[in-house]
């Protein structure tokens, strides 16, 4: 046998890297970022902060430390749960109560560590729950995690203690209790806690996949069989990264009822539980951060599209199917495919071979958003009184026009599209495999 | 006296109905190993075609339009759709079928909007067929069990007495075998979606005047209908029948009880009191706690026997 | 009399009416090297999965070192100290190299579930872990995804996974299947050194490898044993060859 080859020959985008040091500058300047942003938008000569903005930017981080504790059993343990919501929500009840029990006097707590004691209780409830579900089987599990999500959902309508009924549950975060003296009237003030606690629990998650733990939920996960014959109890691993999995949503949970100051059955519910889905797979569920893309980019459609369409959903659905179906790596996963090519600075090849694909997908996108606008303003807009506004002109539903120019650029669009793909397609393994030959 | 009579045959009518949901599930699930998400969608859409078809031709014609049109929709998924994921695994496809009942579920809720539309018991069976202590037990329940049953009939014919029936039930509990020996299993696959989308719609035409034609119905009757499939067991279609029966009943029966399990504990309820979570649990009356069954049903089965009633291997 | 390393006390496995193994008695010394032929469909493979718990036996007993081990699940067999490769190569393909390793020398290493420890950390884990992979002559892959390796060097590390743990009782499932001449000449030097002072029991078709590495050989056909011993006596077994070969006219 010839002598091994040495690890530089291994072509980049083989190699099975942790990210390198020099690759997280990137969310170092996200996170001051962030940080920074609503000073951006602050109105001087009011005084006051974008409401919006801060609401949106603290949706995204609940939502975001959401996701990636529902990655922590999809994407690293296969684990497929319909029900993650319950985790988040009964941490959010759990914080209400505590936060009632904290202004009682009853619970000396700073407002900061509310949402380690919404861990707490994530991580109670996912060790009764991951004890019932953690033994089962693939579809077994799906199922089983979908029929606590409903009974839990059910019975948060149902009861009046601990839920509060149908009317949920609410309590009051300025509990003068601070570590820092912070009184947490202001929204800016809650948003640097979320950010806080947000970073905190990615960090968190992220140590975790580098763990004993860690790395063998995703052996777990590739086969079953082999870690059993390598020592370990699968359900036992199982069992624990769900639990963990649980752990972290219920900080955002927490986090939820701090900020919202109540919790609903919503906050247990299936439509939660399918966004989980969702958002960390569109953003991408094989890479770490895969989930963080996925949270922002829904929330941000949830907070921008949701007022300018009302099937804003549809095209969250479309999108999910496009990418069950055509890029199950999600979103981060089509990023770090260029990866490999960035480095060896040959991204300039596919410029051209891009904007070749972008015209037909722009008009195909434009055909398709135009058809579902048409048809939803035909059903509910005009009930609803509206006028409908597209691109700037106003348009009569009931005319042909419209409708022709929809089906004609979606159908043609979509028709070139298909042509610029096959292309596209064979320059990208062009382009690849010419890299796998640099480097051998 | 009068309730339970009452309550049997309406248990059974709603476990029919069931049934009709199940069933395709069940064999869609059984064969191809993907739980169809979107299975409760398609009853959805069968439900409003056969509004809009009684609207403009009538509910005959609706009878035959709807289920068809189910069934086309239900060609097309699985050709198109299933197809090109089955190579990305069974996660990819489960997710899927999820991502499409999310857009049905939407699309309908924009097409028709979010109110009930008016989807009527035609007036030929809106009659009451006969009377029992006083209470009329309507036509249209009859006619629903007679369509029930004329499908359970169709679908046991079809799959003891031909051959593409053997092949389907082979399928149903060794599909790798099936497909080993040379038979077309893609076709099969395409077919059985098919027809199972055929039941559902067929389900949605019959069922959407009996209950409420509104987008929330697909959500609602959804998970129970799994609770059935993992209740009966996979590749058993008579365990499938039986759960049907038995969660319809449940959920027919519970309605009409009103104690609790307070009160079936004697007086244990008084002791714990109300004020907390417990306490609440119960003294709250079954009447109220009847959609909770069926989970609660579910998830213990899932506990004790994965393979439920009847089933041939472990869900 | 000391106690064999692995022993098979009538062992049968039914799966439904089909009788697969029917009675098998064997008995491995410590420290052996024993090989289990036999025509395709003898059973080999199903009892190596009766061995290392994969299935559950119909009746009879396995102990591994004096301890009775048919009724535990694989993982606790695994700790007892009984290791086993597959057939179809079965490692973490999305995992490096290096990481498939380091996996399989967790639990021998005391970590457990723990989800506390940071893996880059623990230098004493990740020197083992390369001390290996220079064994297996892979150090070179080390960074590279194991799904990506060559046929030959996936088996290498399916060897190496199977070994990192310190078992003592290794069971090879056909280590060679698939290779070439010179690979096949490589994975049998492999296995000499890396199960050196082990108990090695391995199932093999290459009669070439069978006599290379085996001091003991056992002939399994129709689920029973119809021949143990050495090599020179196996070869001269007359129902041996009759197996293999159709019965011979004299």
């Not at chain 2, 939407?106 to 008016?118: H, I, K, T, Y």
Request: net charge neutral.
């Amino acid at each position: 046998m010839n002598a091994p080859p040495t690890t530089s020959a291994i072509p980049a985008g083989q190699r099975a890297d942790a990210q390198p040091a020099r690759r997280n500058w990137i969310w170092f300047v996200l996170v001051i970022a962030t940080a920074i942003l609503p000073w951006l938008f602050y109105d001087w000569n009011t005084g006051r902060h974008s409401g919006f903005l801060l609401t949106m930017l603290s949706q995204m981080g609940m939502m975001i430390i959401f996701s990636l504790s529902y990655n922590m059993l999809m994407g690293q343990a296969g684990l497929l749960s319909f029900g993650h919501a319950v985790f988040f929500g009964l941490g959010g009840y759990s914080t209400i109560h505590f936060l009632n029990a904290a202004e009682a006097g009853s619970l000396p707590l700073p407002l900061e560590l509310m949402p380690l004691m919404a861990g707490l209780a994530g991580l109670g409830f996912g060790i009764v729950f991951g004890y019932m579900a953690a033994k089962q089987r693939a579809t077994a599990f799906a199922m089983i995690t979908m029929g606590i999500g409903e009974l839990i959902a059910t019975a948060a309508i149902m009861f009046h203690n601990f839920f509060g009924g149908e009317g949920g549950v609410s309590a009051n975060r300025m509990i003068e209790r601070s570590l820092f003296g912070v009184e947490y009237a202001s929204s800016i003030e809650v948003f640097y806690l979320i950010l806080a606690w947000t970073l905190l629990a990615a960090l968190g998650m992220l140590f975790l996949t580098k763990t004993p733990l860690g790395v063998m939920a995703n052996a777990t996960r590739d086969n079953f069989e082999r870690a059993q014959f390598m020592g370990y109890d699968p359900r036992r691993i199982r069992f624990l990264q769900f639990a963990l999995s649980g752990m972290f949503a219920g900080i955002g949970g927490g986090l939820y009822a701090i900020t919202y100051g109540i919790v609903t059955f919503d906050a247990v519910a299936a439509p939660l539980s399918a966004n989980a889905v969702l958002m960390t797979y569109i953003g991408g569920a094989t890479i770490f951060y895969g989930p963080i893309l996925g949270a922002t980019l829904i929330t941000l459609l949830q907070s921008g599209l949701s007022l300018l369409s009302n099937a804003w959903l549809i095209y969250v659905g479309v999108l999910f199917i496009s990418m069950v179906t055509f890029a199950p790596a999600g979103l981060a996963g089509m990023i770090q495919a260029h990866a490999p090519v960035s480095r060896a600075g040959r991204m300039g090849r596919l410029v051209v071979p891009y904007i070749r694909l972008s015209i037909p997908g722009l008009a195909t996108l434009l055909g398709f958003v135009g058809l579902v606008e048409l048809s939803s303003f035909l059903t509910i807009g005009e009930a609803q009184g509206k006028t409908l506004v597209l691109f700037g002109s106003k348009i009569d539903v009931h005319e042909t026009m419209p409708w022709a120019v929809a089906v004609g650029l979606l159908v043609l669009g979509g028709a070139w599209l298909r042509f610029e793909v096959k292309s596209f397609a064979l320059i990208w393994d062009e382009v690849t495999a010419d890299l796998k030959q640099r480097s051998v | 006296m009068e309730i339970v009579l009452i309550s049997l045959l309406n248990g059974f009518v709603y476990g029919m109905l069931l049934f009709m949901l199940a069933s395709g599930l069940t064999l869609i699930f059984s064969m191809m190993g993907v739980l169809n998400f979107a299975h409760a969608g398609i009853y959805m859409i069968g439900a409003y075609v056969a509004f809009e078809v009684s609207r403009m031709v009538g509910f005959w014609p609706a009878l035959i339009i709807a289920p068809l049109v189910c069934a086309a929709i239900g060609a097309a998924i699985e050709v198109w759709g299933l197809r090109r994921t089955h190579h990305n695994g069974h996660i990819a496809e489960l997710l899927f079928t999820f991502g499409l009942f999310f857009i049905i579920e939407r699309g309908v809720q924009m097409v028709w909007g979010m109110l009930p539309v008016p989807y009527r018991v035609p007036t030929a069976l809106d009659f009451p067929l006969f009377n029992l202590y006083g209470i009329n037990f309507p036509a249209y329940r009859g006619f629903m069990l007679l369509i029930a049953g004329g499908m359970l009939l169709s679908i046991w014919l079809l799959l003891t007495r031909t051959r593409i029936g053997l092949i389907i039930q082979a399928s149903l509990t060794h599909p790798n075998m099936v497909s080993s020996l040379g038979h077309n299993v893609p076709r099969v696959f395409t077919m059985v979606f098919a027809g199972g989308c055929f039941l559902a719609g067929l389900a949605g035409v019959i069922g959407g005047n009996y209950q409420v034609t509104e987008p929330s119905m697909a959500a609602a009757l959804g998970p129970i209908v799994f609770v059935v499939v993992v209740f009966g067991g996979l590749g058993s279609l008579a365990g499938c029948f039986i759960a049907s029966i038995i969660v319809g009943m449940l959920q027919t029966f519970a309605v009409v009880v009103d104690f609790s399990l307070s009160d079936l504990l004697g007086g244990l309820g008084d002791w714990i009191g109300t004020k907390n979570l417990l306490g609440e649990i119960l003294a709250v009356p079954v009447s109220r706690i009847g959609p909770l069954l069926p989970y609660a049903m579910m998830v213990l089965m899932l506990l004790f026997r994965p393979r439920g009633l009847m089933g041939t291997r472990d869900t | 009399m000391t106690v064999p390393a692995l022993s098979l006390k009538d062992v049968r496995k039914n799966f439904g009416p089909a009788e697969i193994i029917r009675g098998v008695d064997l008995d491995i010394k410590l420290g052996e090297r024993h090989a289990i032929i036999g025509p395709n469909g003898a059973g080999k493979t199903t009892l190596f999965n009766l061995i290392s718990g994969r299935f559950p036996i119909t009746s009879g007993s396995i102990s591994l070192n004096g301890t009775r081990i048919d009724a535990l699940e694989p993982q606790r067999i695994n700790r007892l100290g009984l290791s086993r490769s597959f057939q179809i190569t079965s490692i973490f393909h999305r995992m490096s190299v290096f990481e498939n390793i380091r996996c399989a020398l967790l639990w021998s290493q005391g970590y457990r579930y723990s989800f506390w420890s940071p893996l880059w950390l623990q230098s004493g884990l990740n020197q083992r872990a390369e001390q290996l992979l220079d064994e297996l002559n892979l150090l070179g892959r080390r960074d590279l995804q194991a799904g990506l390796l060559s046929y030959a060097e996936q088996r290498s590390l399916e060897i190496g996974i199977t070994i990192a743990g310190g078992a003592t009782v290794i069971l090879l499932d056909e280590p060679t299947a698939g290779m070439s001449h010179s690979e096949t000449e490589y994975a049998v030097d492999l296995i000499r050194k890396v199960t050196a002072g082990k108990t090695l029991l391995m199932v093999e078709h290459d009669m070439r490898v069978v006599f290379d590495l085996a001091d003991t050989i056992t002939v399994v056909v129709y689920g029973q044993v119809i021949a143990s011993g050495k090599p020179a006596e196996i070869r001269a077994n007359r129902a041996v060859q009759e197996a293999y070969l159709g019965a011979l006219t004299e």
